[in-house]
């Protein structure tokens, strides 16, 4: 396995350079990687003591930092060291200047102004921590997504995630013995979707839940035919109502987002169609 020290330098949160990070990181196996993450880097002095770091542990550099000053030290000290040093969002930066004939804003964090999206998005948080579970359901009309599923059907980590990405959110569990409130089947505004999984793997993650609990498997919330009662009762409910279906069996939190607000887009789209 190789050992790769990866330095990663923002003048804001860094949060965009990590996820650029990661992103390419996925694409190679056997590989360590040691991260040094240096977000808020907006002085030379401050500099100064990141690059005494990056000579001890010589590795990949990549940087988001709109300072010219900063960024060329950055960039002159790397090639003194023969190490590599990255601005990814240059290729984008040039190509949006030439295409709107405008000189790029060297203002580090504009992503995270305090604007109205922002606050959007705190309120959608909110919102859908107000109504996980069930909780609530006199309020979802006023959402934009509701998710239906089975126990463990990954309905609220998935509903944090489209949260943050400004989607009021409202989720409830499907339960055979305990059928969810009629407002449910007459929603007009949010789009209602389905997240069902497969039998197996819905059992090892309730083990492994009411293992982290302490408690007995042996229950009808771990048994095989139950769950799959369960997941078929789902199924036809999803059906019967029309709302469109994700299976989470193999998805990550993040690719189920996205296909939610794919869902969300082409049923705007259609609507305004209309």
């Known amino acids: ?45 401050h500099l100064e003591r990141i690059l005494q770091e990056i000579a001890q542990n010589p590795g990949l550099v990549i940087f988001t930092l709109v300072n010219t000053d900063v960024r060329r030290t950055l960039e002159n000290r790397c090639r003194a060291m023969g190490l590599p040093a990255i601005a990814p969002l240059d290729p984008v930066s040039h190509a949006l200047s030439g295409l709107l004939g405008q000189e790029a804003k060297a203002r580090p964090g504009r992503q ?26 006199d309020d979802w009309e006023e959402c934009d997504i509701v998710l239906a599923g089975v126990s463990r059907s990954s309905k609220t980590p998935t509903s944090i995630y489209l949260a943050n990405r400004g989607y009021k959110t409202a989720n409830i569990p499907i339960v055979v013995e305990s059928p969810p409130p009629p407002n449910l089947f007459g929603l007009k505004h949010p789009l209602v979707v389905g997240l069902t999984t497969s039998a197996d793997r819905l059992v090892q993650i309730r083990r492994n839940r009411l293992l982290s609990l302490n408690q007995s498997h042996e229950t009808s919330y771990v048994n095989q035919e139950s769950v799959q009662r369960e997941i078929a009762y789902a199924r036809r409910m999803f059906a019967d109502n029309g709302w469109p279906v994700i299976d989470v069996t193999r998805r990550s939190i993040e ?20």
């Open 112 to 137: 995270h102004t305090l604007d109205a999206a922002y606050f959007a998005r705190v309120d959608a948080i909110q919102f859908t921590i107000a109504h996980d579970d069930g909780i609530g359901a």
């Open 1 to 45: 396995m190789m050992r790769l020290h990866l330095h990663l330098l923002s003048d804001s949160t860094g949060e965009t350079l990590e996820n650029i990070a990661k992103a390419a990181l996925a694409q190679f196996d056997d590989v360590e990687t040691l991260r040094h993450f240096w977000p808020m880097v907006r002085s030379e002095a």
């Open 255 to 274: 690719e189920t987002a996205a296909a939610i607000i794919q869902l969300c887009n082409e049923r705007n789209l259609q609507a305004r169609d209309a």
